[in-house]
């Protein structure tokens, strides 16, 4: 069974955005600060809208910050 | 610890104690007054509907008293509002929450089945209630825990 896997690099992209805090991308996008946790995390694939508001934010592409990953089980 | 899964167990303790309270005050009632009939369906009627304004005024209560603490203690103030993440947490709770509540339903009407009291028909969908909160309380906390 196929099970799928998005990783980020928001974090880095903070630190080299000014060492942006995950409060204040936060408030740019709209959401809780715990939603960036959960995000930068891997425990929450955020919607299209919030990614490309997040890409943005860094003025990059969504694929430029999100990646999929798709991991076969055994 | 995050803010929501902080918040969430307060609601669990808040929602044991509230109902431990008044269901067992509702109990000592029952036994003390032996209603019969038609008063039976009436009393219980009665103690299901007033449960549901004691339980949003305790517990609103309870989560004032939380957040004032919870900022004095933290210095963290509660999110304003509720994002994508949290009413998807909310979306999959729910969906246990109705899951649980329709069990105990049919166990209710079941028990009719088997000669059980109408008492017992009851007292199953007054917990059935409960834990089917508490259950949704639960799923909540460990999805914000493990992530969705």
């Known amino acids: 069974m196929a099970k799928c896997h998005i990783s980020n690099t928001i974090r880095v992209l903070r630190f080299n955005h000014h060492e942006m805090t995950q409060q204040q991308l936060a408030d740019l996008v709209g959401v809780t600060r715990q939603t960036i946790v959960a995000i930068e995390n891997?425990?929450?694939s955020p919607s299209l809208?919030?990614?490309f508001k997040i890409s943005r934010v860094f003025n990059l592409g969504v694929e430029d910050i999100f990646s999929y990953t798709e991991e076969q089980e055994k | 610890m995050t803010y929501q899964v902080k918040k969430n167990i307060m609601q669990l303790v808040s929602a044991i104690f509230?109902?431990?309270i008044y269901f067992w005050y509702v109990y000592q009632q029952y036994l003390e007054r032996n209603v019969e009939g038609v008063e039976l369906f009436r009393f219980w009627a009665t103690a299901i509907l007033i449960l549901i304004p004691v339980t949003i005024v305790l517990r609103l209560?309870?989560?004032i008293i939380f957040i004032i603490i919870n900022g004095i203690i933290t210095k963290e103030s509660a999110p304003s509002f509720s994002d994508e993440f949290d009413k998807i947490i909310d979306l999959k709770a729910m969906r246990v929450s109705h899951f649980i509540f329709i069990l105990g339903f049919f166990v209710a009407m079941g028990s009719l089945l088997f000669d059980s009291t109408p008492?017992?028909?009851?007292?199953?969908?007054?917990f059935s209630g409960f834990l089917s909160e508490a259950f949704s309380i639960v799923?909540?906390?460990?999805l914000y825990q493990r992530g969705v």
Do not use: P
């Open chain 1, 42 to 44: 891997g425990k929450y």
């Open chain 1, 49 to 51: 809208e919030l990614a």
């Open chain 2, 18 to 20: 509230v109902f431990g």
């Open chain 2, 61 to 63: 209560i309870i989560e």
């Open chain 2, 119 to 126: 008492s017992t028909m009851f007292i199953i969908l007054l």
């Open chain 2, 139 to 142: 799923w909540k906390i460990f």
